[in-house]
């Protein structure tokens, strides 16, 4: 059965908040690293989200790859760009980063289909 990505995207911010109440001092410096991490630099957020992603489907982190798709999309990165990170993920993790590729794939397509 396939992935509601967009409805995985919100139960998940649920449960971080519900995991900032319960380990407030990570959950807020994890936010903060966050913040840094993506914040506009040499690199673009736009092309921070996409090597974000990339690693997410190099690890199999379907939660990642909801988050970057969406947060990449909210950047600017157009299909082509998000379709082209899949591609160097797949190519730096193979067989397995094919079938997080397409994960991230199916999550591109719902969130596209979604309204903002």
Do not use: W
């Not at 139960?11 to 959950?27: A, C, K, S, V």
């Not at 160097?88 to 999550?107: F, H, I, N, R, W």
């Amino acid at each position: 059965m396939a992935k509601n990505f967009p409805e995985h995207y919100t139960h998940m911010r649920q449960l971080m908040g519900q995991l900032g109440q319960e380990i407030p001092d990570t959950m807020k410096a994890f936010s903060q690293l966050h913040v840094a991490g993506s914040t506009e630099g040499a690199l673009t957020t736009k092309s921070k989200e996409l090597i974000a992603l990339g690693i997410a489907i190099a690890v199999h982190c379907d939660g990642c790859i909801a988050f970057h798709v969406h947060d990449a999309l909210n950047a600017g990165a157009s299909r082509e760009e998000i379709t082209e990170a899949i591609g160097v993920a797949v190519l730096m993790g193979g067989g397995p980063s094919v079938m997080y590729g397409c994960e991230a794939l199916e999550a591109l397509n719902q969130f596209e289909a979604t309204p903002a």
